[in-house]
Structures are given as structure tokens and as C-alpha cells.
């Protein structure tokens, strides 16, 4: 919905897609937006412009929308672990709503523990819901976009929060790109998926059952 025009989802989705696709359309629509249309789409510099009409990640949010949809309406949400990593590139005014705005779209949503309070400290927010998909058979998916784990990507965007978290606790504030983050997560489905974490007294530290498979 945008000014009171409603626009099917799906021909939205494939407008924007291949309009990231098709020199042409690109070209075309730089020109057609520029202030100055006595140029052609041919001359020189038009087209080193014309790839910035459309944001370079708008392809992958789409497709992130799209089979997050998908999922919802064959009757199989993502869980919370895998929708986090999957959104964290969308942006939220408030950094609580990258929590709470998708509860409703994931499969396991309704037994968080707790209510969304935008009352709560955000740290306090983040804590909580780390520790519930801990606690989930998916829990190993929250390691992929945290600490030291979310540095390994090409281009981590900083943290804009105040909030100083523990390195396990997913940070919602530091965008991470879809595309590396589902390159990422093909080889974790073959994981163990029971649970190895272990809560302590100090709701801050964690720890982990490891093994050691080889030796230095």
C-alpha cells in the first residue's frame, strides 16, 4: 500500500525484480527520473548512473518477503532462530519491533515466555528472546548472526545500539545481508539439534557442550 494505491504482492515482487535485472528498464526508468531528460539513455555516464536507481539488496529483501509468504501460506512458518538472520537487513524505528514484529509470522511466536513491552530495556528484550531460542531444538541458528560470527561477513553493518550484549545474544541493530547469511545455514541443517546449551545463575553468560573432533 502506498498513497492509497494497493499493488498485488507477486506483481510487485516480479516488477522489482526485473527491473534489477534489465539494462534497459534501468536505463530507462534513470532517465525518466532525471531532472534533465534532453539526454538519452545512450550517452555517455548514463549508464554508470543507472545502476543506482534501485538499492543494490532490494533483490534479496524481496525474495526474503517472498519465501517468508510462501512458508506462511503452505502452513509452514520459519522458526523464530532461522526468521531472525532472514529479516535482520529490514529496518525498525524501534530496535524491539526486528523482535516483535515477527512473532506473529513464525511458527513459534506464540510460546515466547513473555510479552512484547516496549516498556523493558531493549538489553533486557534482546536477552530474553536469546535465551528462548536457546532453548528451541533450533538453537545452533542463532550462533550464525552473533559475536565474532556476524565480523566474518563481507560487509557487517556496525551496531547503532547503546546496549552492550553478550557475544551469543543476537543484536538486531547490526544488519547482516540474507545472501551470506542462507549460504551459511545449508550446512547446519545436518546439525545435532539437541539442545546443548546450559543456563547459569548470571543471565548475561552461557554455557556450551562441546567436543573436540580434532587436535593442533
Request: proline content about 7%; aromatic content about 12%.
Amino acid at each position: 500500500m502506498y498513497h492509497g494505491t494497493c499493488i498485488n504482492w507477486e506483481i510487485l515482487a516480479a516488477v522489482i525484480k526485473r527491473l534489477c535485472t534489465d539494462g534497459d528498464l534501468k536505463r530507462g526508468l534513470q532517465y525518466y527520473n532525471s531532472p534533465n531528460r534532453t539526454n538519452t539513455p545512450d550517452q555517455k555516464g548514463f549508464r554508470n548512473t543507472a545502476a543506482h536507481t534501485i538499492p543494490e539488496d532490494r533483490p534479496s529483501q524481496v525474495a526474503t518477503i517472498t519465501s517468508i509468504r510462501n512458508s506462511i501460506q503452505i502452513g509452514s512458518p520459519s522458526s523464530l532462530p532461522l526468521l531472525f538472520p532472514m529479516t535482520n537487513m529490514f529496518k525498525a524505528t524501534n530496535p524491539r519491533d526486528k523482535v516483535f514484529a515477527i512473532l506473529a509470522i513464525s511458527r513459534d511466536g506464540h510460546r515466547l515466555p513473555f510479552k512484547p513491552n516496549y516498556d523493558e530495556d531493549e538489553e533486557r528484550v534482546f536477552l530474553k528472546i536469546a535465551a528462548f531460542v536457546l532453548s528451541s531444538e533450533e538453537w545452533f541458528f542463532t550462533f550464525a548472526s552473533t559475536g565474532i560470527g556476524y565480523e566474518s561477513y563481507p560487509y557487517p553493518t556496525p551496531s547503532k545500539s547503546t546496549v552492550k550484549l553478550p557475544s551469543w545474544v543476537f543484536d538486531p541493530t547490526t544488519n547482516i545481508r540474507t545472501g551470506q547469511a542462507t549460504a551459511r545455514f545449508a550446512s547446519i541443517f545436518s546439525r545435532d539439534i539437541t539442545g546443548k546449551v546450559t543456563f547459569t545463575n548470571d543471565d548475561r553468560i552461557i554455557q556450551l557442550q562441546v567436543f573436540p573432533f580434532n587436535s593442533i
